[in-house]
């Protein structure tokens, strides 16, 4: 029994119905309503939920702050109430202190093992950086967590807007670009391109190289959150880079009815239709089903290029006991269109031009022959099975296919006469699919005055792509005065390479509550084999490595709610290829110390987090110093180069009155090249600014009426690693309203309009990737409507 009590009271192997693992951390509630807060505490503890809404109407329920069992929360929940709470048979019965029986009326709410994430506006809890849905606060690591709330507030109309608030995260570096989510943190590429966007806890199918890139995009309307995990976080995902990574997570069938429709434009006239329905399909709620989707059709700022999407998410969750929990996810996007992505000369954009500026709306290709087409199309399910009163099993798996047809002109030559474009024309079809599945167990058990959660698990990826493309001709444009029109001519598609990837790892990781003492370890060890054919060249390259990784933090909470931590962690990537005495290149290897101190009030919802860290990523590619060392026809590369970041970070979310919230962000990052054979030795790494500041204002000006306003600042970077050219720093503003229009007739009860405004003073910005590269530039003012009805 006593075992049985610590694993509730550390909300990990409950017997309830449970959207996701839940934590060994103490139980902590804000006041609220007594309704709202049991519905909390169950979903918390894994209990199904029994209350008569006769005994818990109008009542108010009291903080809970670090209890550490079921019954010490109930006690500090309902104190004052005149209530009483126990647990029978893996359900919380709520009844009156002098023990009178529930009322026949009840009120069951729980979520399923496999159901609806939490639902709150801000999140205090975090599942990506443990995978044991632990309390921020008691993470040793800067985790950040965007809720669908969140993204709707601030209108954000993609995974990359969603995270723009954030410290140490970085967007627009590369420009506006329709492809995909562009995003860095602490100084690294982890966005779609760079594959460390997980999608589910699990990697999807993508490349990196060059023309062939192929990568994922999934619509954020499809999203109940972005967890930004910060530093090193191979020891639970294996291949990354060590400035973290992006996790989303997808919508999930809810426990209760919910429906939601709606209609979408916005300045650059965008026409979309929205719907999202969802909830039990049977009054025993075995059966849970939702459905979200979406079309659209858009002009953008780029002359001659239209986008349309049609995006179809079910999902449906099988749940016949307590004890079990099966989730089918299905995603089929079709993206169909151009690119707003234009890589245009430094002369004209960042540099003056005799002939003027370039128009931001400036398109390279040609009409008639430019598109980028995609068609992802993913299967996977989750599973969560108890395996007697300590054990858990856990199991998610996608199979995900991608076809991707790109055609472009790519003019990027300027003329001697300073304002005509040559170049060439391309053609690619690229296809990949991939298979991935992460399987672990969950334990939770005692030593002594010391509860463990111990997580075990391996996972699995494999990944094929097959490249196809052709090369041709096509006229001079004008960069000023674009005449279109232009023959391309081009032969047929033929298939270029085929290329493998499988990655495999086992993983530990230890969890130990102590009193006050949070102690985090883990380490892992993975096998990556990647394999490449040239069917030009007619030639096979196959390259395997080894990698292990790990963490150690421990964290220290203060019954104030202030929460010091230290933790080291460790990450790689491979690295393909050899150098010139044949030996493959071993993996670029990450290393991370972080200090920091979170401080969560008890009863609140409010996070604020700060961070100082010194990351280091070694093993880096360089020019091999002996010029006669020739690899492929050009110089061979040696394995000496190193590059550090050191940086702070301030991030939190503030009430500063039952109105008024304040959501921020600082980020100072030094970044230097220490160890190079060329130029770079000494110098700032590319695209990492040395500042950036954040600032959010969220007011409930009045019944009904929300409105918002932030400013983003992005401080100078260099566009390369030989600091050629430097980018200059930029502030963005942006602004939100949202009316709930019951308060002008209860009759419209259920609608809502919502208007935002990105970079709300049309701020015009170029980024660059060198004096002798391209320049890019950002998006300029956006501003959308939507109206919703939700019933």
Not at 422 to 431: K, L, M, V
Not at 468 to 482: E, Q, R
Not at 533 to 555: H, Q
Not at 752 to 774: M, P, Q
């Amino acid at each position: 029994m006593k075992l049985r009590k610590t694993l509730l009271a550390a909300a990990v192997l409950s017997l309830g119905m449970h959207a996701a693992a839940a934590s060994a951390a103490p139980f902590d509630l804000p006041a609220q309503s007594l309704d709202q807060a049991l519905g909390e505490f169950a979903r918390q503890a894994g209990l199904q939920l029994l209350a008569s809404p006769s005994l818990t109407q109008g009542l108010q329920g009291r903080p809970v702050t670090r209890a550490t069992s079921v019954s010490d929360a109930l006690v500090q929940l309902l104190a004052g109430t005149g209530l009483h709470g126990r647990v029978e048979g893996g359900a919380l019965i709520i009844e009156r202190a002098g023990g009178e029986a529930v009322l026949p009326a009840v009120s069951v709410t729980a979520q399923g093992l496999g159901g609806a994430h939490d639902a709150s506006p801000v999140a205090t809890r975090s599942y990506g950086s443990t995978k044991t849905d632990t309390a921020i606060v008691e993470i040793p690591q800067s985790v950040s967590v965007v809720t669908r709330q969140q993204m709707d507030e601030m209108g954000a109309q993609s995974v990359e807007q969603s995270v723009g608030y954030l410290a140490g995260v970085g967007t627009g570096i590369y420009g506006k670009d329709s492809r995909v989510d562009e995003i860095w943190v602490r100084g690294f590429r982890t966005g779609s391109f760079a594959n460390n966007m997980y999608v589910d806890g699990l990697r999807p199918p993508g490349s990196s190289a060059g023309a062939a890139a192929l990568s994922t995009r999934f619509d954020s309307y499809g999203l109940e959150r972005v967890e930004v995990l910060r530093g090193p976080s191979s020891v639970l995902y294996g291949q990354v880079t060590p400035g973290g990574l992006v996790n989303i997570r997808s919508k999930r069938p809810p426990q209760e009815a919910q429906h939601q429709v709606g209609l979408q434009t916005d300045s650059e006239g965008l026409i979309r239709a929205n719907v999202d329905i969802g909830g039990p399909l049977d009054d025993e709620r075995t059966w849970l089903y939702r459905l979200v989707s979406s079309a659209s059709r858009t002009d953008t700022e780029v002359d001659h290029v239209e986008l349309e999407r049609f995006f179809f998410n079910p999902s449906l969750t099988w749940q016949p006991s307590a004890r079990t929990s099966v989730t089918l996810l299905v995603n089929h996007q079709r993206d169909r269109g151009g690119a707003t992505w234009q890589r245009l000369p430094v002369v004209g954009t960042y540099l003056d031009s005799p002939h003027g500026k370039v128009s931001r709306s400036f398109f390279q290709g040609e009409p008639d022959f430019d598109r980028y087409d995609r068609d992802q199309t993913a299967v996977g399910y989750s599973l969560e099975q108890f395996i007697g009163e300590s054990v858990k099993l856990r199991q998610n798996v996608r199979y995900i296919e991608v076809d991707m047809n790109y055609d472009s002109v790519s003019r990027r030559s300027l003329g001697a006469d300073g304002r005509t474009l040559t170049g060439n024309a391309e053609s690619h079809e690229n296809h990949s699919k991939g298979f991935s599945a992460d399987t672990n167990l969950l334990y939770a058990l005692e030593t002594g005055a010391v509860a463990h959660m111990l997580l075990g698990g391996f996972d699995y990826q494999k990944v094929d792509i097959e490249l196809a493309s052709a090369t041709g001709t096509v006229g001079p444009l004008d960069l000023y005065a674009p005449v279109y029109g232009s023959p391309v001519v081009i032969g047929e598609r033929t298939p270029n390479s085929e290329s493998g990837r499988i990655q495999s790892g086992v993983y530990l990781q230890d969890q130990m509550f102590w009193n006050k003492w949070t102690l985090t370890a883990g380490l892992r060890h993975d096998w990556a084999r990647t394999r490449t054919v040239s069917l030009r060249s007619n030639t096979r390259t196959s390259e395997s490595t080894e990698a292990t990784t790990g963490r150690l933090g421990v964290t220290y909470l203060f019954d104030n709610g202030v929460a010091p931590y230290a933790s080291y962690s460790t990450s790689f990537v491979p690295s393909s290829g050899e150098d010139y005495h044949g030996k493959a290149f071993d993996p670029v290897e990450g290393k991370q110390i972080e200090l920091g101190v979170k401080y969560q009030p008890p009863g609140s919802r409010n996070l604020v987090t700060a961070s100082l860290y010194e990351m280091t990523q070694s093993n880096i590619l360089t020019p091999d110093p002996d010029p006669t060392h020739t690899c492929n026809g050009g110089l061979c590369r040696v394995q000496t180069g190193e590059g550090r970041v050191r940086g702070f970070e301030l991030e939190g979310t503030y009430a500063l009155t039952r109105a008024l919230t304040l959501s921020g962000s600082y980020t100072y990052m030094d970044t230097e090249v220490t160890e190079s054979n060329s130029t770079d030795l000494g110098k700032r790494l590319a695209h990492v600014p040395k500042e950036m500041m954040a600032a959010r204002f969220d007011w409930r000006a009045a019944r009904g009426l929300h409105l918002g306003l932030g400013a983003r600042y992005t401080g100078s970077s260099y566009g390369d690693n030989a600091n050629t050219l430097k980018n200059a720093s930029r502030t963005l503003v942006d602004a939100s309203l949202r009316y709930d229009l019951a308060e002008l007739d209860q009759s419209l009860r259920g609608l809502r309009l919502s208007v935002s405004a990105s970079n709300l003073l049309d701020k015009e910005y170029v980024t660059c990737n060198g004096l002798t590269s391209f320049c890019f530039y950002g998006a300029g003012r956006l501003v959308s409507a939507t109206l919703s009805y939700d019933w």
